[in-house]
């Protein structure tokens, strides 16, 4: 079994005692004895009926608890049964293994036991520190960098569900030892802190977490495994502190676990002559250390259990058998993991015999031992069902509170001036070097929902070519973003860190804007002593996912910085130490039970769009949710085409169609409105000179905003360019001076054409009635007003006021011009216009005759850009801290404009009021819900009341525009009801 111990004396955060005269003449303060929780009278009189039945064998072999390793052959599980049934051990502790094998091995063992044996575990970090396919909970250094304690009660309780689960009665944790020593090879980030009360704190609570789930919480390592040089696994660890500093520092936590109820303790292998002289002779097996100091002077009254009576810090100096006797007659209860089974109960049957021990004594113990099996339901056999096994033991309620003791122990060391959360990301160019990740990494994936940047992985020993290349390469970014991963939690010197990637630290912080990221133990700092020349530290502890996932969002201001160190590195990164940060300033990405949605509620979505899949009503779609700021769902579905498996993914980008119209145009206008170059209360003719004369002059802006200027719904301008033979007039099949606006692959249209929409627009009749009637023409005048206005173009302008200050990553009109045809879905196979799969143009033949910059459509995005979009909306104008839009603005456009005549808003959709209407979006969103839809299976709905942002991207007209099931199946909306279920808590 393994256990590592470790203490350093750091000076000054170690008051005296009162209770001592001197070193030599301790006065120890008897404390008041606890009987912990487990230890009542129903338990009591179960344990006596029992006692009653054993021979002392029996009993002998009750104080046995042996190791089993799931993961070995039949053999080994033979031996250990036998040792169950022959010897009647009386409990196992289980080594390396997963979930199924180590039930089915429990279950073999209690099968053969007499008596149901206690099963225990090492499980500090949960059942992850032995298991693979487990949850991986915080270190408990990390864990001690967290303000709120609650946390780590709840991790207590979710670690006490999953032992439950698994049929586990005893955790081996918390770790009650003070490290107060930097270079402690063995505990260290094992521990909470270096500070006793901090240990208290935390440790308290985890321990109340586990015994509020009947799992007994074992606190050790007795009487504190701190100033060695020794690992007990292979030899005597000696510590020569005195008693006064021992009472002061490393008792103080285990008196005061003992004060609210711990159950077990663990006494270390170690040779302490300030407490008990006799050379050579560890604490679990001195009298003086286990009976005399802590069951009598410090009043513990639960079991105790001896370290591994395996390790060399115990067999070196004492055979096999007799280091059980040794550690029986010490006053220890349970005997774990000895040697030599058959010998150990020979050699305490031989001492009763001889009256070196008498049965009374051996049936308090078992007596106690019997208690907790009854207090843990083991007073009748309990066999663990294998069945959903691995589901359970990654419930939501785990997982959530496994992401809040990450995302809340992020430490933040320096901050110069206030550089994280970033801001004003379109100054930024920014490149993340990943030093050890090969491939892209879960920080690097999550850096990456928040802006583009430039991605760099080198190995942990690439050469001093790779090295110059690489600092040549960063010469061109003004932010270099780097992480440091820690892959051996042991290695407290290098930490692991790859020499060469110590120099790129050190050259970027003398060259660069650095940020540097370490997913390793908060004593690495010690490696950076240039620190005052990096603009940034975060210390997320672990290379785990979780705190790679939140310290990506931390740095971009989707969460803030909470955390505080909970040792002393140096002056200037003291204990307590933390840079907080303010509150989120940008969308964070969590799960749905953050908000209080549970996430089986979300399921139907699957099967709604899975069955409009199978319908062929789209080949492929994305949909994001997010509430209250967070991104709860965000997830693709199907592939770009029915007939391929170029999948879906979070990154594709669909054609927005007349999203456009408000993610582009709106805006924009929104923006100039902001600043008094535009005033939708104003006529056409007033901004855009050519109206004069047409019948379209008089036209008010705010009317065509709301759709009801009477203008054409739509004009098919590429049908006179493609009747009567006349492809030749118009296009060319390579781009020439006179052809130079690609429409498609191989395709340009004559660029005359701009000309010739606009005069056929000017020239086409309006409608007979003022009523609401949705048109594109009124957003290609739109278009030519705001270039007008700003002498630049719709797109340079949406990209510059809008998509880069908001880390845009997809959003773009043109998409082919940054991204490759894979990361596109497709459109429609055009059989009419332009005879081919439209892949990466815009669908909309209007718009693509004008170069596919256009009012009405030609804009391109995946969901989470679009949901950037929604959220600086639903923050009144603001996102990154930016303000982009006033929020007086954004209530007059998003509002609707002439309700009850016409449900629009200036130049968004909103709900139809009238409840015998058909509305674009479902009938539960409010009246405040403004959005989009567009022609190619998007759209996008912001629901201030409900503070939610739902979209919905797919490209349903592939292959054919003309294809009814879509809309015939109402997947949008479907999907939407079943969000309004979730957050209703339907």
Not at 581 to 598: A, G, H, M, Q
Not at 714 to 728: A, R
Request: hydrophobic content about 40%; glycine content about 6%.
């Amino acid at each position: 079994m393994k256990r590592w111990f470790f203490i350093f004396f750091i000076p000054g955060i170690v008051s005296s005692f009162s209770g001592f005269k001197g070193d030599d003449e301790p006065v120890f303060e008897n404390i008041p004895s606890v009987k912990p929780q487990m230890f009542d009278k129903a338990s009591e009189n179960w344990a006596d009926s029992v006692i009653a039945t054993l021979s002392l064998d029996e009993k002998i072999g009750q104080l046995l608890m042996v190791c089993a390793h799931p993961e070995r052959n039949q053999k080994h599980w033979e031996e250990v049964a036998e040792q169950v049934y022959k010897y009647k051990v009386g409990g196992i502790i289980f080594f390396k293994s997963g979930p199924i094998r180590l039930v089915n091995m429990s279950n073999f063992l209690q099968l053969n036991a007499k008596i149901p044996l206690l099963m225990s575990i090492d499980g500090e970090w949960g059942l992850s520190m032995r298991m693979d396919s487990t949850m991986r909970f915080p270190l408990q250094m990390q864990l001690g960098a967290l303000k709120n304690n609650e946390l780590i009660y709840e991790m207590g309780k979710a670690i006490g569900r999953q032992m439950n689960r698994i049929g586990i009665q005893i955790n081996f944790a918390p770790v009650l030892d003070v490290n107060n020593n930097p270079l402690n090879p063995v505990i260290n980030m094992r521990a909470f802190s270096d500070n006793k009360k901090l240990v208290v704190e935390k440790a308290t609570e985890y321990m109340r977490g586990l015994q509020d789930m009947h799992v007994l919480a074992v606190g050790k390592h007795f009487p504190g495994h701190g100033d060695t040089k020794t690992d007990s696994h292979h030899d005597l660890p000696f510590i020569g502190l005195s008693k006064s500093r021992l009472d002061s520092l490393e008792l103080y936590p285990f008196k005061q676990l003992i004060r609210k109820g711990i159950g077990g303790i663990m006494v270390a292998h170690l040779d302490i002559p300030a407490l008990d002289p006799v050379k050579n002779r560890p604490a679990s097996l001195s009298p003086k250390v286990v009976t005399d100091l802590l069951k009598t002077k410090m009043g513990f009254r639960g079991l105790v259990f001896t370290d591994a009576l395996n390790m060399k810090g115990v067999t070196k100096y004492f055979k096999p058998g007799e280091a059980s006797l040794k550690a029986l007659l010490a006053g220890n209860d349970i005997l774990l993991y000895p040697e030599d089974v058959p010998m150990s109960i020979r050699y305490i049957r031989e001492a009763v015999e001889d009256s070196i021990i008498c049965v009374s004594e051996i049936d308090e113990h078992v007596r106690k031992i019997l208690q907790v099996k009854y207090w843990t339901a083991l007073n009748k056999c309990q066999y663990v069902d294998t069945a959903n096994l691995l589901k359970d033991l990654f419930s939501a309620q785990d997982e959530l509170i496994n992401r809040k003791l990450n995302e809340e122990s992020l430490t933040l060391v320096r901050n110069e001036n206030n550089i994280i959360p970033f801001k004003r990301l379109d100054t930024l160019k920014i490149a993340v070097v990943a030093i050890g990740d090969s491939v892209q990494s879960v920080f690097q994936d999550f850096l990456s929902l928040y802006a583009p940047m430039s991605m760099f992985n080198v190995s942990k020993d690439f050469n001093n070519n790779e090295f110059l290349k690489l600092k040549d390469t960063l010469k061109n970014y003004n932010l270099v973003i780097v992480s440091l991963k820690q892959t051996n939690r042991y290695s407290f010197r290098t930490f692991n860190f790859p020499d060469k990637g110590l120099d790129l630290v050190k050259y970027l912080a003398d060259s660069n804007n650095l940020i540097l990221n370490l997913f390793a133990s908060p004593y690495c700092l010690t490696k950076f002593p240039y620190y005052k020349k990096i603009k940034a530290i975060l210390l997320a502890y672990d290379d785990t996912k979780l705190p790679q996932e939140f310290a990506a969002q931390l740095l971009f201001g989707g969460i803030s910085a909470k955390g505080h160190l909970s040792v002393n590195i140096s002056h200037d990164f003291p204990f307590g130490f933390g840079i907080e940060t303010d509150e989120p300033i940008r969308l964070k990405y969590s799960v749905p039970e953050e908000i209080n949605i549970e996430r089986i509620k979300l399921n139907k979505i699957d099967s709604i769009v899975n069955d409009a899949i199978k319908q062929k009503a789209m080949p492929g779609c994305q949909i994001l949710v997010a509430k209250k700021g967070v991104v709860f769902y965000n997830k693709s579905f199907g592939n770009y085409i029915y007939e391929s498996e170029n999948k879906v993914n979070n990154n594709s980008l669909y054609d927005l169609a007349s999203l456009t119209k408000t993610l582009s145009i709106t805006l924009v206008l929104m923006y100039l409105h902001d600043v008094n170059k535009f005033d939708y209360n104003k006529e056409l003719s007033y901004y855009l000179k050519s109206a004069i004369g047409s019948n379209k002059e008089n036209l008010l802006i705010s009317d065509i905003l709301t759709h009801q200027a009477k203008l054409q719904p739509f004009i098919p301008f590429y049908k006179n360019l493609i009747s009567d033979n006349k492809w030749n007039l118009y296009f060319s099949k390579i781009k020439t001076n006179n052809n130079t606006i690609q429409v498609a692959d191989s395709m340009f249209v004559i660029n005359s054409v701009k000309d010739t929409i606009f005069k056929r627009m000017f020239n086409s009749k309006l409608l007979a009635e003022k009523e609401y009637k949705y048109s594109d023409i009124g957003f290609y005048f739109m278009q030519n007003i705001i270039e007008s206005i700003t002498n630049n173009k719709l797109d340079v302008l949406s990209d510059s006021i809008f998509y880069k200050r908001i880390g845009s990553v997809t959003m773009c009109f043109n998409p082919l011009k940054k991204f490759s045809k894979e990361q596109i879905a497709p459109t429609e196979n055009d059989k009419e216009f332009r005879k081919q799969l439209v892949w990466g143009f815009v669908h909309d033949p209007g718009s693509a005759l004008i170069g596919g910059v256009a009012g009405h459509a030609g804009l391109f995005s995946d969901a989470n850009d679009v949901a950037k979009i929604c959220q600086l909306l639903l923050w009144n104008g603001t996102y990154g801290d930016d303000k982009f839009i006033e929020h007086s603005t954004v209530k007059d456009f998003t509002s609707c404009y002439n309700c009850p005549k016409n449900r629009r808003g200036l130049g968004f959709d909103k709900p139809e009021p009238a409840q015998n209407k058909e509305s674009p979006v479902v009938k539960r969103a409010s009246l405040k819900t403004y959005g989009h839809q567009g022609f190619t299976g998007t759209c996008y709905w912001v629901d201030p009341e409900n503070d939610l942002i739902y979209i919905f991207l797919s490209n349903r007209v592939y292959p054919d525009a003309e294809n009814k099931k879509f809309n015939d199946l109402g997947v949008r909306n479907k999907v939407l009801e079943v969000v309004y279920d979730a957050i209703e808590n339907k």
